[in-house]
């Protein structure tokens, strides 16, 4: 069982920052990858930022330079700092991790979503 609470969603005006969290607690044995997606009205799920357990990140093309994605391992949290921020990247926000769990078996939990809206 993992439990994933998400923070940090807003409103904000195009050109702002927002910076948001997701804590994960449960019974797993170790997260390998956590990361954010994102998915706008009438759009797909669609990646923002992944990172893995040696700290190794991936963006999606759209926010690379603009979005920084970062871990406390030893809290279970993955950060996600989002600057320069534009009406387009208005969505809900999913927290993302893949993790073992007790039995050694690997699974993925997604988070509630937090609501990020930008406006122009």
């Known amino acids: 069982q993992v439990q994933l609470v998400e923070s940090g969603g807003g409103l904000v005006q195009a050109g702002g920052s927002l910076r948001l969290s997701c804590a994960a607690s449960?019974?797993?044995?170790?997260?390998?990858?956590m990361g954010w997606y994102r998915q706008g009205p009438g759009k797909q799920r669609e990646l923002v930022a992944t990172?893995?357990?040696?700290?190794?990140?991936n963006y999606a093309d759209s926010v690379k330079g603009r979005f920084t994605i970062s871990r406390d391992s030893a809290k279970n949290t993955v950060y996600l700092q989002m600057s320069s921020l534009k009406p387009e990247d208005t969505a809900a926000y999913y927290c993302?991790?893949?993790?073992?769990?007790?039995?050694?078996?690997?699974?993925?939990?997604w988070g509630q979503g937090t609501q990020v809206t930008v406006s122009s």
């Open positions: 990172i893995s357990s040696s700290d190794v990140t």
């Open positions: 993302y991790v893949n993790y073992v769990g007790q039995y050694y078996l690997h699974d993925v939990y």
């Open positions: 449960g019974s797993f044995r170790s997260i390998n990858v």
